[in-house]
């Protein structure tokens, strides 16, 4: 499955840009995970790193053990972020997630519209502004 559950971005007048971006990041994430083959199999969760710096961004990737894919697209000029808060990042959408995933009322494979899910989301979109 490759099609973006949730996308939030800020400021939203580059919204298709940043669109663009994820879905290009998906085949990036796509193509680390077979460059890994069975290691992958033997991790819990996969923190992928820097999957790849433009100008103004950076893209980072995450895959937990069922496959799901997570991007996120940061501001380049925030130097303050290091990979292990990048890391902790991804662990709490991983388990905002892991909460949607467990509403009985969430349909898998449907757009993502909890609330608990997007203020979490924005809380974090602030600490990093």
């Given amino acids: ?3 973006p559950l949730y996308i939030r971005s800020a400021p939203t ?5 940043f669109h663009y971006m994820v879905h ?3 085949d990036v994430v796509d193509e680390k995970i077979s460059a890994m083959g069975k290691a992958l199999v033997d991790q819990r969760e996969l923190y992928l790193g820097l999957l790849y710096p433009t100008e103004d961004y950076k893209v980072y990737g995450y895959v937990t053990n069922s496959k799901v894919k997570f ?9 303050a972020l290091r990979d292990n808060e990048i890391r902790s990042m991804f662990r709490k959408l991983h388990n905002s997630y892991t909460d949607v995933m467990c509403n009985p009322f969430y349909n ?3 757009r993502i519209q909890s609330r608990a899910f997007d203020s979490m989301v924005t809380s974090m979109m602030i600490q990093v502004c």
């Fill in 108 to 110: 898998p494979g449907d």
């Fill in 1 to 3: 499955m490759n099609y």
């Fill in 24 to 26: 290009t990041s998906l």
């Fill in 71 to 79: 991007v996120m697209v940061v501001d380049s000029s925030n130097t």
């Fill in 13 to 17: 007048e580059n919204e298709l840009k």
